[in-house]
């Protein structure tokens, strides 16, 4: 297992911007990709961005191109989310995820976002 920690998180007015962070530790020699994931209040989990350990290739959610950039840091196993242009609707729990290529195999405990209009 690999364990994640974010950090980062708060509260923001409208059309600002935050830094996620995450650490990983334990088995980040089987990290293939991370990512981040967000959970609103009363709404499922969903993808919100994706990048390659080795690579750097990038992937994103429709509703957050153009405005957030997922970052790596291979000698510091940091993955960071740069967030710009923030939306009332960007409001959410933001995760942390590790993935072997096969499964996830690790999930951070969740930094709160909170942007206020």
């Known amino acids: 297992q690999v364990q994640l920690q974010e950090s980062g998180g708060g509260l923001v007015q409208a059309g600002g911007s935050l830094r996620l962070s995450c650490v990983a530790s334990?088995?980040?020699?089987?990290?293939?990709?991370m990512g981040w994931f967000r959970q609103a209040p009363g709404k499922d989990r969903q993808f919100v961005a994706a990048?390659?350990?080795?690579?750097?290739?990038?992937s994103y959610a429709d509703s957050v191109k153009g405005r957030f950039t997922i970052s790596r840091d291979i000698a510091k196993n940091m993955v960071y989310l740069q967030m710009n242009s923030l939306k009332p609707e960007d409001t959410a729990v933001y995760y942390c995820?590790?993935?072997?290529?096969?499964?996830?195999?690790?999930w951070g405990q969740g930094a709160q976002v909170t942007v206020s209009s």
């Open positions: 995820v590790s993935h072997d290529g096969s499964n996830y195999n690790g």
């Open positions: 334990g088995r980040t020699f089987s990290i293939d990709h």
């Open positions: 990048i390659t350990w080795t690579g750097g290739s990038t």
